[in-house]
């Protein structure tokens, strides 16, 4: 019993010796490589020689003569390479799909061709006929309109990406209102360094210069201008600014923010055909000419203003405005063309100043005439025949007169009752925070449910709703 465990235990040394020997030495060879046969080692002692001479025991060689040894793991296999594997025959159902999978794919097919049938619908759709509501709703006429099915096509498809290009309404203004009450001519002006300027800095943060002579400028034009103010700025942005420049709201009379601007190349572009306005009588006046590209022939690009204290740009160019007004042409396109690319205040002034000069030759050469025929108003009385009366004044210095004298009572009107506006500003706007809701529950019930008769909607002032109370 004793010498058969010696004698396994030699066994176990041998083989595991040969195993590492075998891996240091030989090249790794294939699996399948057929392996040279070894004789079994004998049990008895040997010296070195006769060792080195004798064939070494392969694993399998032990491994069969040994049943103890199997459980051992082979070491007789290259590095790197998987053992071999033998095929059974039997089909892999790695590459075969299940039912569901085949009902996925069988539906989504069915799908993919739906879509592709309804595109291919819709684009023959597209290249119908135009019809008159669509023309007017996508301000275009006929004529100007394509004639192809494929130009059709096109020009529907980018219609429907208008929502992301387009102003957010059609009209931006409302229908002007009858005469008299309607002022004849429209002016837009912009914010932006041209009525004010921003500038900020780490010690006061933004701050905000309001340009010298802007109240002057629209209270003078609202008489003969429909005032509209019309920014590139966000109303959150612009709408403190604009309650500064007309805190009683007498002199402004609509307000245009960035959401009525049309992007062109992701640059806002004042288009004024959405205004709802004849354009013969619409000027803008702007510091930007990208943002007036749409209709440069009804824009006045000035200069920016950056702050100076002493600026009079906007009271210079009061004259030119305020001629086009009085003198009332049929379209103001060529006249601002005319002055495009030049100082319109010293032009003007310069064309002023020869009309003037022509009103003063004309009445003197109409008393030269008089004088020659012998009669005077001042002969009828005996009077002398020496005439030292002044020139009359032309017809745009009486209109200016009397502008300026309505100016001058407009101001004095809003001095004298400044007192009861301001209170009623505050009265407006209390109302307007008692109706805001506080809490966030607040103003989900406040949109959600309906108004009681009788009670002012949310965000509008009471008066605008609630009825009057009348004397018996």
Do not use: C
């Amino acid at each position: 019993m004793i010498p058969a465990l010696f004698v396994r235990a030699a066994a176990r040394r041998s083989l595991v010796n040969s195993s590492v020997r075998s891996f240091a030495t030989k090249p790794p060879t294939s699996p399948n490589a057929p392996q040279p046969k070894r004789d079994a080692p004998s049990s008895a002692p040997q010296d070195n020689a006769a060792a080195a001479e004798q064939p070494e025991a392969t694993s399998e060689q032990v491994k069969a003569d040994d049943p103890s040894v199997s459980a051992l793991p082979s070491l007789d296999f290259a590095p790197g390479e998987e053992p071999h594997r033998e095929r059974t025959g039997a089909k892999s159902s790695k590459d075969s799909l299940s039912s569901i999978e085949r009902k996925r794919r069988f539906w989504g097919r069915i799908s993919a061709g739906i879509m592709v049938f309804g595109a291919a619908a819709g684009a023959w759709h597209s290249g119908r006929e135009w019809e008159d509501d669509e023309l007017r709703e996508m301000r275009m006429r006929r004529e100007d309109a394509p004639d192809t099915r494929w130009g059709r096509t096109q020009a529907r498809f980018k219609g429907l990406f208008g929502t992301f290009t387009e102003p957010l309404w059609n009209e931006l203004l409302p229908p002007p209102l009858p005469p008299p009450h309607q002022k004849p001519f429209t002016l837009l002006i912009s914010v932006d360094d041209l009525l004010v300027t921003s500038t900020w800095d780490r010690q006061h943060g933004w701050r905000t210069a309001k340009r010298p002579g802007v109240d002057y400028f629209l209270a003078y034009l609202s008489q003969f201008y429909e005032i509209v103010i019309f920014t590139t700025q966000y109303h959150y942005t612009a709408m403190p600014i604009i309650e500064k420049l007309d805190p009683y709201q007498f002199f402004i009379a609509y307000k245009l923010f960035r959401d009525a601007t049309k992007s062109i190349n992701g640059q806002p572009v004042k288009d004024l055909s959405y205004l709802n306005r004849d354009l013969s009588k619409v000027i803008i006046i702007d510091t930007h000419p990208e943002h007036v590209s749409a209709q440069p022939e009804n824009a006045i690009v000035l200069p920016k203003w950056t702050g100076q204290p002493g600026d009079k740009g906007l009271v210079s160019i009061i004259p030119f405005l305020e001629s086009i007004a009085i003198y009332k042409p049929q379209d103001v396109r060529p006249i601002l063309t005319k002055y495009q690319g030049k100082d319109i205040p010293i032009e003007y002034a310069k064309t002023e100043a020869e009309a003037k000069q022509r009103h003063i030759e004309e009445w003197q050469h109409s008393r030269k005439n008089l004088a020659s025929s012998g009669f005077t108003f001042s002969s009828l009385f005996g009077g002398s025949q020496k005439d030292d009366s002044p020139v009359p004044p032309t017809y745009l210095e009486q209109k200016r007169r009397e502008a300026q004298a309505n100016y001058r009572e407009e101001q004095a009107y809003i001095a004298a009752n400044k007192a009861h506006f301001d209170r009623l500003l505050k009265e407006e706007q209390e109302a307007y925070e008692k109706q805001m809701p506080s809490t966030f529950w607040g103003a989900i019930s406040a949109f959600t449910q309906p108004p009681q008769p009788g009670q002012p909607q949310p965000g509008q002032p009471p008066a605008q709703n609630q009825p009057t109370a009348t004397s018996a």
